[in-house]
C-alpha cells in the first residue's frame, strides 16, 4: 500500500523556520517525483515545489522561492521542505505528494498519491 506520512507542522511566529518532513512507503521511492502542495483558507491547493529523485533537481513557486528548500534522502526514503522567513500567508494545510514521473509539475492532477496534510500558521 502506498504511503505517505507527514510530520513537523506547528505554529511559529513571522520569520521563523520551520522543516516539514514527509515519509513514504509502498513504493519505488527513488523512481518517483515528490511534490509540497499547500491549501491556505478559502483557497485552492498550490504546488509550490517539486523534486525529481532520479537528478535530485528542485523547482519552485515564486512565491516560496529563496525562502523554502525541498530535499529528498533516498536511504530513508523522506522528503523535507525547510521553510525559512515564515510569513503569515504562508498560513495552510501542507500535503506532500507523488508519482513515478520524472520532472517538474506542479499541477495537482498529475499527482495520484497524497500525505494527510499537516497544518503550518504563522502568527503575525
Known amino acids: 500500500e502506498v504511503q505517505l506520512v507527514e510530520s513537523g507542522g506547528g505554529l511559529v511566529q513571522v520569520g521563523g523556520s520551520l522543516r516539514l518532513s514527509c515519509v513514504a512507503s509502498?513504493?519505488?521511492?527513488?523512481?518517483?517525483?515528490i511534490a509540497w502542495f499547500r491549501q491556505a483558507p478559502g483557497k485552492e491547493r498550490e504546488g509550490i515545489s517539486c523534486?525529481?529523485?532520479?537528478?535530485?533537481?528542485?523547482f519552485y513557486v515564486d512565491s516560496v522561492k529563496g525562502r523554502f528548500t525541498i530535499s529528498s534522502d533516498k536511504a530513508k526514503n523522506t522528503a523535507y521542505l525547510q521553510m525559512n522567513s515564515l510569513k503569515p500567508e504562508d498560513t495552510a494545510v501542507y500535503y506532500c505528494?507523488?508519482?513515478?514521473?520524472?520532472?517538474?509539475?506542479?499541477?495537482?492532477?498529475?499527482?495520484?498519491?497524497w500525505g494527510q496534510g499537516t497544518q503550518v500558521t504563522v502568527s503575525s
Open positions: 505528494a507523488a508519482e513515478d514521473f520524472a520532472g517538474q509539475s506542479f499541477e495537482e492532477g498529475d499527482y495520484e498519491n
Open positions: 509502498g513504493f519505488s521511492f527513488a523512481d518517483y517525483t
Open positions: 523534486i525529481s529523485n532520479s537528478d535530485g533537481t528542485p
